[in-house]
Structure formats: structure tokens, C-alpha cells
């Protein structure tokens, strides 16, 4: 049995772009402003950890050693900074994807299930981008019925 059609499915049916929400010019002001702190902070950390990286053209990355010493710290800090970066690009997306949605007036839809997000959810995460109940279920790869 399918699932029930709510009217955003309908609007999209019959080629509606979904309506505009008026979010308060406040809202906008202020976690704008936080959201453009956060991935000015984000790149800088991005940056930093960029520049102790060693270029790919100085030749090959280290590897490890049979013995301790044998280029295992130089390995295990440039996989350590691998992971960072890896961190860094998935929450430079996030705020990224917040910031859009404050400029097209969804910022506090969630983006799977279009509900409203919880406001504390919000002021604890201002570039959360789904609800409490869609953020669970996509971590544990569980699909939206």
C-alpha cells in the first residue's frame, strides 16, 4: 500500500514550487551571521591543516615502518589530517546547505520530511538541516515511509 500524499507531493504533481516560508528578518540576521562565522572558521581550520600536508608532487606519502620511527608518526598524522579534513568538508556542506536555505526561506524545514525543526534543535545546531526524527533514521540509512 502506497503512502498518503500530503499537499507538498500534490504541489510537486502539478509542477508548484513549494510556498515560500516568511522567516523573521532577525532570524535571518542573526544566524546568518553565526552561519557565515562558522565556515569562515571552518575554512581556516581546513586551511590550516592543508598547509602542514605535504604537496603530492614531493613525492610519495609516508608509509609505515616495520619500526617505530621509520616514517609511522609522519603516516599516522597525515591519515589523522585525512580524517580531519574529511570532518571538516562534511560540515563546511552543512552550513554551506543552511545558508541556502536561509536565502530561499526554507532554513527550519527539514529537508526530508519538511517539517518544522525543532527550534531548540536549531539554536543547539543552526545548520541542521533535518529534524531530530529524519537525522536518526538517515543515520541509520532507514528510508522515510
Not at 613525492?59 to 579534513?85: F, V
Not at 570532518?87 to 543552511?98: P, S
Amino acid at each position: 500500500m502506497g503512502r498518503r500524499l500530503d499537499d507538498w507531493d500534490l504541489a510537486d504533481l502539478r509542477g508548484e514550487t513549494p510556498p515560500r516560508r516568511q522567516v523573521d528578518p532577525a532570524v535571518v540576521a542573526r544566524v546568518g551571521s553565526l552561519l557565515a562565522d562558522r565556515l569562515a572558521h571552518l575554512d581556516a581550520e581546513s586551511a590550516t591543516i592543508r598547509a602542514t600536508e605535504r604537496p603530492r608532487d614531493e613525492g610519495p606519502r609516508p608509509q609505515y615502518g616495520k619500526r617505530i620511527g621509520d616514517h609511522t608518526s609522519d603516516a599516522l598524522e597525515s591519515r589523522r589530517n585525512g580524517a580531519a579534513l574529511d570532518t571538516l568538508a562534511i560540515q563546511i556542506a552543512d552550513v554551506t546547505r543552511a545558508r541556502e536555505k536561509l536565502r530561499d526561506g526554507s532554513y527550519g524545514l527539514c529537508d526530508r520530511c519538511r517539517a518544522e525543526i525543532a527550534a531548540d534543535r536549531l539554536e543547539a545546531l543552526p545548520w541542521a538541516s533535518r529534524c531530530v526524527e529524519c537525522a536518526v533514521l538517515a543515520r541509520r540509512g532507514i528510508p522515510r515511509q
